[in-house]
């Protein structure tokens, strides 16, 4: 046969080749996309849960300008280190608000730490004592009776965050672990995550990395920006305008709009618990839960709060971890426990109720710090 007239052997691609050369464009484009995105849109313009705490807390009364907050990645705000505002701002603006760690405890060294235990009290609003003075914060009043104890023997650690929910609880509580390596971790969470601020949850809001198996889609600045997109097109009319947006977000603290998503879902918020547990064990820290109450079921009045504290009992109970349950606390002082909740408030609590919450935690940290027996432990009563 004349070679001239041979036709030429034409080879077939695998399947593995014709699903690459197909799925490349797809890539590049991809690539391109998020290339044209990050060149237009920074990274601040995404970060709307942080705009929208500043628009909530300058609503409550902060000064415009005087933030105690700043951004942060993972878990959209973190207190500024070394806040001291004028006094005569009052206690819920004024006063001494962070250490240079951004947390509302005494100056501490991360690396002296000597003898000491330490206690790592992680939470929310409730922790920090948001309302209070710095003395008068439970982590603080609690350091101050175990000082009288057991004289530089524990440090106490109050990093608690207004606003913070479990999924920002969980973004940040590894890094704390691994700088201060508590001996034990008090959690304190439950009070937000119900709280409704728009048509989106907390980990959709997410542009620094969740802890899911697609926590790598939070890194592309495309997708966040649709997101961004998508919250904007669901808040509705009323982002238009932030002041009547942040009423109406703070009036679902109290009484929350259906038609908007729970920052934190009743099932992501177990999760989150347990999660949290699991990286206490890891860090070799015990931990106990608390579950918070609301003024309004001392009244017997509804709440959205109820089952996010059975969630706290129950994760506390298959974790087979000390659970510190304040509702009962207060319950059992009838008026002078309702009474103990901030004006036009339902969670926050004054000196006498901080005072009541350190001395329900107290006996847990002897038993497991200091050898102490939780049993032999008199009842509460902080009148």
């Given at each position: 046969?004349?070679?001239?007239?041979?036709?030429?052997?034409?080879?077939?691609?695998?399947?593995?080749?014709?699903?690459?050369?197909?799925?490349?464009?797809?890539?590049?484009?991809?690539?391109?996309?998020?290339?044209?995105?990050?060149?237009?849109?920074?990274?601040?313009?995404?970060?709307?849960?942080?705009?929208?705490?500043?628009?909530?807390?300058?609503?409550?009364?902060?000064?415009?300008?005087?933030?105690?907050?700043?951004?942060?990645?993972?878990?959209?705000?973190?207190?500024?280190?070394?806040?001291?505002?004028?006094?005569?701002?009052?206690?819920?603006?004024?006063?001494?608000?962070?250490?240079?760690?951004?947390?509302?405890?005494?100056?501490?060294?991360?690396?002296?730490?000597?003898?000491?235990?330490?206690?790592?009290?992680?939470?929310?609003?409730?922790?920090?004592?948001?309302?209070?003075?710095?003395?008068?914060?439970?982590?603080?009043?609690?350091?101050?009776?175990?000082?009288?104890?057991?004289?530089?023997?524990?440090?106490?650690?109050?990093?608690?965050?207004?606003g913070h929910t479990s999924f920002q609880g969980r973004q940040r509580l590894a890094a704390d672990l691994e700088k201060?390596?508590?001996?034990?971790?008090?959690?304190?969470?439950?009070?937000?995550?119900?709280?409704?601020?728009?048509?989106?949850?907390?980990?959709?809001?997410?542009?620094?990395?969740?802890?899911?198996?697609?926590?790598?889609?939070?890194?592309?600045?495309?997708?966040?920006?649709?997101?961004?997109?998508?919250?904007?097109?669901?808040?509705?009319?009323?982002?238009?305008?932030?002041s009547r947006w942040a009423e109406q977000a703070t009036l679902n603290y109290f009484d929350p709009n259906e038609h908007?998503?729970?920052?934190?879902?009743?099932?992501?918020?177990?999760?989150?618990?347990?999660a949290m547990i699991a990286l206490c064990r890891a860090h070799d820290s015990e931990v106990v839960l608390i579950v918070?109450?609301?003024?309004?079921?001392?009244?017997?009045?509804?709440?959205?709060?109820?089952?996010?504290?059975?969630?706290?009992?129950?994760?506390?109970?298959?974790?087979?971890?000390?659970?510190?349950?304040?509702?009962?606390?207060?319950?059992?002082?009838?008026?002078?426990?309702?009474?103990?909740?901030?004006?036009?408030?339902?969670?926050?609590?004054?000196?006498?109720?901080?005072?009541?919450?350190?001395?329900?935690?107290?006996?847990?940290?002897?038993?497991?710090?200091?050898?102490?027996?939780?049993?032999?432990?008199?009842?509460?009563?902080?009148?």
């Open positions: 046969m004349d070679a001239a007239t041979t036709k030429p052997v034409r080879r077939r691609l695998t399947f593995g080749k014709r699903c690459l050369f197909a799925v490349l464009p797809l890539l590049v484009l991809l690539l391109v996309t998020e290339l044209a995105v990050r060149g237009f849109v920074s990274e601040s313009m995404l970060a709307k849960r942080f705009e929208q705490i500043e628009q909530i807390i300058v609503f409550l009364g902060n000064e415009p300008g005087q933030s105690l907050f700043q951004p942060d990645r993972d878990c959209f705000w973190r207190l500024k280190p070394n806040v001291v505002a004028p006094a005569e701002r009052g206690h819920w603006w004024g006063g001494r608000m962070s250490n240079s760690h951004g947390m509302r405890s005494r100056e501490v060294s991360v690396a002296e730490t000597h003898d000491k235990r330490r206690v790592l009290c992680f939470g929310d609003s409730t922790t920090f004592a948001f309302g209070a003075d710095f003395a008068d914060a439970w982590p603080n009043q609690l350091q101050g009776m175990l000082d009288q104890e057991h004289p530089s023997h524990v440090e106490v650690l109050n990093a608690g965050i207004p201060w390596r508590p001996h034990l971790t008090v959690i304190t969470f439950g009070n937000n995550d119900g709280w409704r601020w728009d048509g989106l949850a907390d980990k959709e809001h997410a542009i620094g990395g969740g802890a899911s198996a697609t926590a790598w889609m939070h890194h592309s600045r495309a997708l966040s920006w649709l997101r961004a997109c998508r919250q904007q097109a669901t808040q509705g009319p009323a982002a238009q305008d932030e908007w998503t729970p920052r934190v879902s009743l099932d992501d918020f177990a999760d989150n618990l347990q918070w109450p609301d003024q309004r079921q001392l009244l017997n009045q509804p709440t959205w709060r109820l089952p996010y504290q059975a969630a706290t009992r129950h994760v506390a109970e298959d974790a087979g971890i000390a659970c510190v349950d304040l509702v009962p606390s207060f319950e059992s002082l009838g008026r002078w426990g309702v009474d103990r909740f901030l004006p036009r408030d339902v969670i926050h609590v004054d000196r006498a109720g901080n005072r009541l919450v350190a001395k329900a935690i107290a006996p847990h940290v002897r038993n497991l710090l200091l050898g102490g027996d939780v049993a032999q432990t008199p009842r509460v009563d902080a009148r």
